[in-house]
């Protein structure tokens, strides 16, 4: 079969199965994560630290088992992590052996009180209250006021600029920003053409009528493909938009 005949056999499969049709065999969406690195011979780190080798790993675990759909690959950075100084999470060199998965800290990020002062300001508590229970570098941050403040005009912008101005509240902006730079420069699409940035993936799959981030697998080549997940409880699940991009 011609790479274009495997591609649309395949979509086809996937697509029958949404439709709750009868596909000619089972779809398989394959989410490899950390095999990709042992099957390549690397540690599972280079998730976090070998930008290249992971999604080299990658690419040949997908071509080398033929899957229908696969997940986009984790492309967290461990220099960001580092950087911000987060404590949610121990990952493979840091925190956790080189070979060992990722681990989540379970702390207490929200307190029991605090769902009042959430609900009235999500943006200012998650600025201000959460993010610096999660990183060790934004903790400054805490000291920003509301930006209600603003809606007074001169005094609410002053004291905002007065804040922003503040040594540590100024270290804490430039390690977003440098964090934010790590990460663009070892994901660069110069660096990895043909793939596709899977932040909040690993949640997105878990929220109703959400967009997914697959990618499916032909000849040689791989394409990401986007679909949509319904509710279960539908009597008929409806597909989304699907499209194809940059292949490799």
Known sequence: MTAAELFNARFGRVEDAIQLKVPDRVPVLTNFRYFASKYAGLTAASAFYDAEGWMAANKKVILDFQPDLYYAPLTDSGKAYEILGLKQVRWPGHGVPV???????????????????????????????????????????????????????????????????????????????????????????EKHPGTLPSSGLTTCHRQLSCPKLCCSSRKNRLHFIVYRRTPRWHARRQPGPVFQTTSW
């Open 99 to 189: 070979n060992a998965s990722h681990q989540f800290v379970e702390g207490e990020y929200m307190k029991a009180d605090e769902y009042d002062k959430f609900l009235e300001d999500v943006s200012g508590y998650a600025l201000t209250t959460y993010l610096p229970r999660l990183c060790a570098a934004l903790e400054p941050l805490s000291s920003i006021p509301s930006f209600k403040t603003l809606l007074f005009g001169n005094p609410g912008l002053i004291q905002l600029a007065v804040t922003l101005a503040r040594p540590e509240v100024e270290q804490a902006l430039q390690s977003l920003i440098r964090a934010s730079i790590g990460r663009i420069n070892s994901l660069s699409p």
